[in-house]
């Protein structure tokens, strides 16, 4: 095993453990990880759905190479939903906490994902 793959197995791990305290960082640090108004409603989704991706996430540091597409999903999607919450933190005030919470992480699972992870499957033959 090389030293890369350790390092993909280990922020899957951080990532998907981070992924499953989005709940308690709503309740800690609001400014910076829950959207005004607060929507009961919002924050389930929102915390149902990370908490599935970090089960799913936690899963694949097992074995990384068998999940390149969970991996390249998460992402994609992590730089895609980060974006969007930063445009909407730069035009409403109420928001800029965000910029100092989840719009920095989801940017930055983004970027060390990508990085860490195969460009295309390694055939184990």
Same mark, same amino acid.
């Given at each position: 095993?090389? &030293?890369? =793959?350790?390092?993909?197995q +280990? /922020? *899957?791990i951080i @990532?998907?453990?981070?992924?499953? *305290?989005?709940?308690?960082?709503?309740?800690i640090?609001p400014?910076g990880? $829950?959207?005004q108004?607060?929507?009961y409603?919002? &924050?389930?989704?929102i +915390?149902?759905v990370?908490? !599935? $991706?970090g089960?799913? $996430? *936690?899963?694949?540091s097992r074995?990384?190479e068998a999940? $390149? #597409?969970l991996?390249?999903f !998460?992402v994609?999607?992590? *730089?895609v939903?980060?974006l969007?919450?930063? @445009? =909407?933190?730069v +035009?409403?005030?109420? &928001?800029?906490g965000?910029?100092f919470g989840?719009v920095p992480?989801?940017l930055?699972v983004?970027? @060390?994902? /990508?990085f860490? !992870?195969?460009?295309? &499957?390694? #055939?184990s !033959?």
């Amino acid at each position: 095993m090389d &030293e890369r =793959h350790r390092y993909l197995q +280990i /922020a *899957l791990i951080i @990532v998907g453990i981070a992924f499953l *305290l989005i709940y308690p960082l709503m309740k800690i640090w609001p400014s910076g990880w $829950l959207w005004q108004p607060g929507q009961y409603e919002y &924050e389930q989704m929102i +915390i149902g759905v990370y908490a !599935t $991706l970090g089960i799913f $996430l *936690l899963l694949a540091s097992r074995q990384p190479e068998a999940n $390149l #597409s969970l991996i390249w999903f !998460t992402v994609w999607s992590s *730089l895609v939903h980060g974006l969007i919450m930063a @445009v =909407h933190a730069v +035009i409403d005030p109420v &928001e800029r906490g965000h910029l100092f919470g989840d719009v920095p992480a989801l940017l930055l699972v983004a970027i @060390v994902l /990508a990085f860490l !992870t195969p460009r295309k &499957e390694v #055939s184990s !033959t």
